[in-house]
């Protein structure tokens, strides 16, 4: 276990229905970088997302979030997490600020005070009062972050944050992503099918092709090639020498 990462993942299996969705995954993210993992529909993202967070357990190796190994009643570890994962799920007929103020009751009363505060950072604010039935995609994928990021994590895990986005949107999360990173030095795990996005705010790229991390690399090194970062990315897929 080495102090500068906050994820530490080790020859990580995933078998489910008898069949491996992850196949030795050994993956490091550094804290207070921006890790960019990319990958296809299927491919093996979200699972190990869910492995990572908790929501999953690994079938073998190991995952060691800042140092500690990620066990079921390692709480500590786990208030040390946000995350958007898949489809949110909220209480549709409460409002957003009502939503956050439940989360509250679970990861405690103290974090009451950042309501509003993350709701304005999401841009969701003026939606306080209204039922989150009446919400479009895009309102609930900002909602989702607000309440990944209402805790002050050290660490996000952000599967398809964009999603439902209008451009204006996406320009704005991405923004607040930026600023949450460099204020607070949150180290963020983030997926997305819009590589131009992941371009402009990973500091590395991993990607995961058919369960298996095919390679790890900077974003300098990419740009360094002179190539971009979808070229790099298809070549990789497609077997060939990306750089």
């Not at 956050?100 to 005070?113: N, P, T, V």
């Not at 969701?124 to 900002?142: A, H, Y």
């Not at 070549?235 to 060939?240: F, I, N, P």
């Amino acid at each position: 276990m080495k102090k500068e990462y906050a994820i530490e993942i080790h020859d990580l299996t995933k078998e489910i229905d008898g069949k491996a969705i992850l196949s030795g995954i050994t993956m490091n993210v550094k804290k207070g970088e921006i890790y960019g993992f990319l990958g296809a529909n299927g491919a093996g993202k979200t699972t190990l997302m869910k492995t990572i967070y908790g929501i999953l357990k690994p079938t073998s190796g190991s995952i060691c979030i800042f140092g500690n190994e990620l066990k079921e009643n390692n709480c500590a570890v786990f208030r040390k997490m946000g995350s958007l994962i898949e489809i949110p799920v909220f209480y549709h007929s409460f409002s957003a600020y009502k939503n956050l103020e439940l989360h509250c009751g679970y990861m405690g009363a103290q974090y009451i005070q950042n309501i509003e505060k993350v709701l304005d950072m999401a841009g969701v604010r003026n939606q306080g009062d209204k039922p989150v039935k009446e919400f479009s995609l895009g309102m609930k994928q900002r909602l989702a972050l607000a309440r990944a990021i209402l805790t002050n994590p050290e660490l996000l895990i952000l599967d398809e944050p964009i999603n439902g986005l209008d451009p204006q949107g996406i320009i704005e999360i991405r923004e607040l992503l930026l600023q949450i990173n460099r204020e607070n030095r949150t180290t963020i795990l983030i997926s997305s099918h819009i590589l131009s996005e992941m371009a402009k705010i990973a500091d590395r790229i991993g990607v995961i092709d058919k369960g298996i991390i095919l390679e790890e690399i900077s974003m300098t090194e990419i740009v360094d090639k002179g190539i971009e970062l979808e070229s790099y990315y298809l070549e990789l897929l497609k077997g060939g020498n990306a750089l």
